[in-house]
Nanobody
Framework: QVQLMESGGGWVQAGGSLTLSCAAS????????MAWYRQAPGKQRELVAD???????NYADSAKGRFTISRDNAKNTVSLQMNSLKPEDTAVYYC?????????????WGQGTQVTVSS
């Protein structure tokens, strides 16, 4: 069982920046994929960015050039640096961890943190 705790959400004006952090209860070096998702009101949850064990990253088109996902193995945290925020970035942001145990995929989720961007 992996527990994830997000922090860093809040309110910011358009054009501003926020950094989200996700603390894992286990060593993130053992986690196959760490990711950030978001869900806006009335919309489906969508991938924002992910970071794989080999260090490769993947970003949603809406996040490219503005958001950066990174990890700190010593602190077992994954961060999402968000710059040039837009009102459409307003959503609840969730941390996600994917592990493979005996070839079985397991997904873990945090409780989410609200990000509100005002115009």
């Amino acid at each position: 069982q992996v527990q994830l705790m997000e922090s860093g959400g809040g309110w910011v004006q358009a054009g501003g920046s926020l950094t989200l952090s996700c603390a894992a209860s286990t060593s993130i070096s053992s986690i196959a994929v760490m990711a950030w998702y978001r869900q806006a009101p009335g919309k489906q949850r969508e991938l924002v960015a992910d970071l794989r064990k080999d260090g490769s990253t993947n970003y949603a088109d809406s996040a490219k050039g503005r958001f950066t996902i990174s990890r700190d193995n010593a602190k077992n945290t994954v961060s999402l640096q968000m710059n040039s925020l837009k009102p459409e970035d307003t959503a609840v942001y969730y941390c996600n961890a994917v592990m493979y145990v005996n070839y079985s995929k397991r997904d873990y989720w945090g409780q989410g943190t609200q990000v509100t961007v005002s115009s």
